[in-house]
């Protein structure tokens, strides 16, 4: 039987996504408690490898067991083994040909920024910051040289082990809302620090560090040294995750700071 769950998790209280030797991944918790659940070995596949520091709301994994247990029951088990700061929000059993990873269509994952002089006190973990305002504007504009289909080196990190840096950006948006500068990134599928680098080069435009036209400079020039430095991890979040609509599997949890996209 093979069970997909809705995972949401705060990154700052892990290494990232990935299992590690010291046991520090979101992975090798969720893995643990789901085998104290089931009483079995679990191996969990999830939809993105998020980095250290990097949240999700809408993350996506699967495994398979014998185990047999209820929907809620692969809800609430796994959470009463789970520290407070990773959470199971949904299970559904899925056909034997359902992956995680190679099944979804596309991915989005949203930016949230604090834009004024002090860094924030509360929320320091969840929001990214820069410390003078940004034109958001001026970042949507230019950000829309990124939609298609491109070679993505220029905001590709060194360490990406990606066969092919094509990827096909979808959407990309780029507002204020409560506060907050929110940017949204669609694709079927990212590069290792992709979004993070993507954010940074976006904010040399907000600050008029670079004119707007410089985006697709540095698209074309598929040169990493060309772009900004990669941003911080705190205000990224894995929002979403598409699949095929006839699975049927539940919309990623609502969340105080990241309205619909």
Not at 212 to 222: Q, S, Y
Request: aromatic share 8%; proline share 6%.
């Amino acid at each position: 039987m093979r069970i997909a769950l809705g995972l949401e998790y705060d990154g700052a209280a892990f290494c990232g996504w990935q299992s590690q030797p010291g046991g520090c991944g979101v992975q090798d918790h969720v893995e643990a408690a789901l085998s104290q659940f089931a009483d079995a070995p679990i191996s969990v596949v999830a939809a993105g490898r998020t980095d250290a520091g990097v949240h999700a709301v809408g993350q996506v994994v699967h495994f398979d067991t014998e185990a047999e247990r209820s929907r809620e029951g692969w809800v609430r088990g796994p959470n009463a083994h789970l520290e407070r700061a990773v959470r199971v929000a949904w299970a559904k059993e899925v056909p034997g040909d359902f992956h995680a990873r190679f099944s979804a269509l596309a991915r989005t994952y949203r930016y949230l920024m604090v834009d004024q002089p002090v860094a924030p006190a509360i929320g320091r973990t969840q929001l990214g910051w820069f410390h003078q305002p940004l034109d958001d504007g001026a970042m949507h504009r230019a950000a829309q040289a990124l939609v298609g289909e491109h070679d993505f080196s220029a905001f590709r990190d060194a360490q990406c082990q990606a066969k092919s840096p094509v990827r096909h950006v979808t959407r990309i948006d780029v507002r204020r809302r409560a506060g907050l500068v929110d940017i949204t990134v669609r694709a079927n599928a990212f590069l290792h620090h992709m979004v993070r680098n993507i954010v940074g080069s976006l904010v040399y435009v907000g600050a008029g560090r670079q004119p707007v036209e410089w985006l697709e400079t540095v698209l074309n020039g598929r040169d990493r040294r060309l772009a900004a430095p990669t941003f911080a991890p705190d205000g990224l979040y894995l929002a979403h995750v598409d699949y095929d609509q006839t699975l049927e599997l539940p919309p990623a949890s609502p969340h105080p700071l990241l309205s619909p996209c």
